[in-house]
T-cell receptor
């Protein structure tokens, strides 16, 4: 148990569907992140939020839309995805944007496995 | 930007043997090098990290070494156990910021009982 909970764990959607991924952290952290994990590729940072404000968007297509209503919750809204978007989406948090006591430490959730048909 | 290469992509060892995973980075300004372990069905978890002012760091059966001149760092696991089986990721950061981490492609370690 890392203190970061993601739902759903598995999601199958068609290209025209709209769905959302949810992340909640119980660690009192101020920064939250979305990462995409694809086979044989490095973890890809998608979005970074600090104190509910987006601080980074790494050229992610607009079909991915993040939302951070408060420092404990993070959503990733999905719309008109492509099959190549199928991947494991990982949420993470850190104490501050600059990391926690072990500076830079990210605490990851277990991920949401997305399959786009 | 920073580019982190990791080798090997898969590694199998007998229980009790040692395992070594190597990473290289491209940006000499990188100064923070964490290692994450991802077990099946879990998210990555930090297991050890090293900063550029240190050449080696140990924590029980795991150790990390850093060669700044050659721009490479390695993870060493001794006396491997089946529970060490997982995917290991190295990363490099240009500054000590969690939003500046560049990850390697991962190494799947299998420890054979």
């Amino acid at each position: 148990e890392t203190g970061v909970t993601q739902t759903p764990r598995h999601l199958v959607m068609g290209m025209t569907n709209k769905k959302s991924l949810k992340c909640e952290q119980h660690l009192g952290h101020n920064a939250m992140y979305w990462y995409k994990q694809s086979a044989k590729k490095p973890l890809e940072l998608m979005f970074v939020y600090s104190l509910e404000e987006r601080v980074e968007n790494n050229s992610v297509p607009s079909r991915f839309s993040p939302e951070c209503p408060n420092s404990s919750h993070l959503f990733l809204h999905l719309h008109t995805l492509q099959p190549e978007d199928s991947a494991l989406y990982l949420c993470a948090s850190s104490q501050t944007l600059a990391g926690g006591p072990r500076t830079g430490e990210l605490f990851f959730g277990e991920g949401s496995r997305l399959t786009v048909l | 930007g920073e580019n982190v290469e990791q080798h090997p992509s898969t590694l199998s060892v007998q229980e009790g043997d040692s395992a070594v995973i190597k990473c290289t980075y491209s940006d000499s300004a990188s100064n923070y090098f964490p290692w994450y372990k991802q077990e099946l069905g879990k998210g990555p978890q930090l297991i050890i990290d090293i900063r550029s002012n240190v050449g080696e760091k140990k924590d029980q059966r795991i150790a990390v070494t850093l060669n700044k001149t050659a721009k490479h760092f390695s993870l060493h696991i001794t006396e491997t156990q089946p529970e060490d089986s997982a995917v290991y990721f190295c990363a490099a950061a240009l500054q000590t910021g969690a939003n500046n981490l560049f990850f390697g492609t991962g190494t799947r370690l299998t420890v054979i009982p």
